[in-house]
């Protein structure tokens, strides 16, 4: 059988050489306007910690925090910004993604990975709008849960569709244009912040409402995408499919890869559970490693936590406002060039290279924080200005070093992981457990910043010694195998065969009726 064929011990899926391709414009028009949609995420992930560190939003929306900053406007001070309410203003949305992820899944299987992006664009064009439009805490929340429903959608659909449409040797490069959107409405965001906080009283509407632009743009375009062939042979919908595949990959020579594609659908109709089939014992690697570990060691760096308040941290840090926003602008600039070496590389070196490499890094910078932070960081004292665009460096290293490894790879490893039969499902709990981490990260930091002080940052330190040693000893090479194909290096691993051998084993004993 196909993508997650167990019993399979051949296979007929090993007719990979037998794919032909070619990089026609058709294919490059889909891929781009199906990346629009990290734009959202990355927008959101940039505009949120900008917005709320702007006086003008504080004061019509947080007026006792408003007062606290005042009073410590140039010291340094970790409990400046600690208010549960306004870390749920940015953690809502995420809460509102994984919540709306399971309704993706649905969608993106039964009625195609185009559908969640059309969906997706829709509500998250809602929920900037009615931020923009806010009024009262209330209206704040209501947008952030619509703006939230729309991550749960893209972020479903997107990293699946890349995935799917990409030629195996270019799958990497491919699925990394969702990195790198994202990192370019981080980017945009910021830029935009750095220019609305000088529009005194509604600059920040601004900030907010001009999320609609990325939804408006995901929307018209994904009205033109084509859906993947993959998808479209899930539904049964198979001449459609091969010509799509056809005009995909430039060429009529498709039937082996077209052939992978039929069996590998036919064990996907078969599951008719695949929530609870990705919770077999031959599935096991999936399920930990994609579904379970990846996403969430992924918000477990500390990444977001920079990304979501950088203007807050820099300005805990005793920056002004105009100053901590130029130090996230270099923050998510440093995250888009890291973006591209990644898409460059990633296919050339693998994956394991980048986590490995890059956590290594990642590990040293942020010690290096801490031991800054435990001799010159003092409460209610002013931070040396030297110290300061030391720290802002090595958060910029710290951020490159992401950016070109769990930023990326998080998404498009799980992406690759899962058969066919589960892939819905399964990068629903991908989604669903990045988004889980993500506003538990975003709701905690601010209060863990100001009880665990420079503690929180050795934590972060240690979990990246976890997180890279769960990549060396448990991920298997990815790179240029066809997606199909993954589930075959299960059975080469030294830990995960053994979850395989004994599937086959049952299925051997198994008597035929």
Known sequence: MAGGGFGNEGGNLKRAHLYEYKITNYFIFACLVAATGGSLFGYDLGVSGGVTSMDDFLKEFFPKIYRRKQAHLHETDYCKYDNQLLTLFTSSLYFAGLVSTFGASYVTRNKGRRASILVGAVSFFL??????????????????????????????????????????????????????????????????NYKTDKIHKWGWRLSLGLATVPATLMFVGGLALPETPNSLVEQGRLEEAKRVLVKVRGTPNVDAEFADL???SEAARAIKHPFRNLLQRKNRPQLVLGALGIPAFQQLTGMNSILFYAPILFQTLGFGSGASLISSVLTSGMLVLATLVSMALVDRFGRRAFFLEAGFEMFCYMIAVAITLAFKFGEGETLPKAIGWFLVVIICLFVFAYGRSWGPLGWLVPSELFPLETRSAGQSMVVCVNLLFTALIAQCFLVSLCHLKYGIFLLFAGLIFIMSSFIFLLLPETK?????EVYLLWKDHWF?????EDDDEKDIKKPTT
């Open 127 to 192: 929920g900037g709008a009615i931020n923009a439009g806010a009024v009262n805490i209330t209206m704040l929340i209501i947008g952030r849960i619509l703006l939230g429903a729309g991550i749960g959608f893209g972020n479903q659909a997107v990293p699946l569709y890349l995935s799917e449409m990409a030629p195996a040797k270019h799958r990497g490069a491919v699925n990394q244009l969702f990195q790198f959107t994202t990192c370019m409405g981080i980017l945009i965001a910021n830029l935009i």
């Open 262 to 264: 039929i069996e590998a």
């Open 480 to 484: 240029r195998v066809p997606i199909e």
């Open 496 to 500: 995960w065969k053994k979850y395989v």
